[in-house]
């Protein structure tokens, strides 16, 4: 006999044990599924409360771009000052004084201040905008001169910041804006219900200043208009087009699989690359001119027609073929099939595809930067090939802009623009839920 002693038989576990290791299996992996369930909602609990953080300070900081600080002003339309010869000539009265006309209003108000330095002082309660209010209502009506009115005048930005309460009164007179004597003007105004907030019309109707009271948007929305306006002229029915053609008709051969792959690779090049080839080729090589909406248009659509053209494949490719089928079956061509059938039932994609490129497009401006749209533009743009700037753009001199009053300005700008954005967007949505079809 063998030496060996015989192998051991293999427990067999009971219906309970295998019930055990089942059931702490189960619970091991429901636990696990769980977990990363708490793990998803706590990502998205922090990306919520990032944007509530980043929007909230954004309208906490730019809510007050809304409101501008205006004085009350008994004003008398001196002829001595205005019209000393009593022309009424439309170029006598362009040129007059009004500055003085201001200077003896707030004279009257505070009639005793005396002495140059002092009512210099005081003059700068008022923004330097002021005069040409003045100048534009009696141009329009020579029959104010003579005559006594109440206007509400926008006051500097220092007294726009002391009555929202952004300057600390409590520091000293070097460090404040407004000197001593000047904040008891400040009081005075105030308590005689002299000086209120109210809405910033000039904020929605000006282009750029240099002083923040006096600064708005208007233009860069303007730009902003009539560059998308022309962007989107010229990228739909571009895109839509190649769309169609490479899905539809072009043959599958290597010179279209080149082309595919050019288009999913210009929509991975950063936008600043598309900026340096408008400079290089519109501008220096073409002529056109620098900060025009024309050339901010021509160098979006390139930007954009990628998105667009794969957005537009995609929503063609989304179509049954048995619609393509009918349609042929019933004697249709090839273009009527498309033309007819194939484009309309398409084209709910097509459109969401072109409105987010042009949201993409809104707020870009490293392109734009570099055709020279970041230049000082006072005038509201008229025509696509006047100088003109971009709400983001706008937005980024304001930021880079010294004084404090232009930190709500900036603010503000970026509500306007996230305004444009949500706009765009909901129209997206609304048009792909109105037109969408399901099989």
Known sequence: MSDESPKTAPRIRTAKETQAIVAKGLRRRYWAERRFRMYGAGAVLLGVMFVIFLFGTIFSRGIGAFQQAQIKLDVFYDPAIIDPAGTRAPEDLALADYAAVLRASLQQEFPEVEGRSDRRELSRLLSSSAPFVLQRQ??????????????????????????????????PQEQRPLSDQQLAWFDSLAARDALELKFNRT??????????????????????????????????????ATAIYLEEFAPRNRWTDLVEVNINNLAAVPSIVFGLLGLAVFINFFGLPRSAPLVG????????????????????????????????????SKLQTVAHHVLPLALPGMLTGTIIGMARALGESAPLLMIGMVAFIVDVPQGITDPSTVLPVQIYLWSDSPERGFVEKTSGAIIVLLAFLVVMNAAAVFLRNKFEKRW
Request: no cysteine; net charge negative.
């Open 297 to 332: 248009a021509l160098v979006l659509t390139l930007l954009t027609l990628p998105t667009i053209i794969i957005a537009s494949r995609a929503s063609i490719k989304a179509v049954p073929p048995s619609i393509r089928e009918a349609a042929l079956g019933m004697g249709a």
């Open 203 to 240: 904020f929605f109707t000006t282009g750029d200043s240099r002083d923040p009271e006096n600064a708005g948007v208007w233009g860069a929305v303007m730009g902003s208009v009539f560059m998308l306006l022309l962007t989107l002229l010229l990228s739909f029915p571009i895109g839509v």
């Open 138 to 171: 009696v141009q329009a009506n020579p029959e104010l001169i003579g005559t006594n009115d109440t206007l509400w005048l926008i006051a500097s930005d220092a007294v726009d910041l002391m009555r929202k309460e952004k300057i600390d009164r409590e520091l």
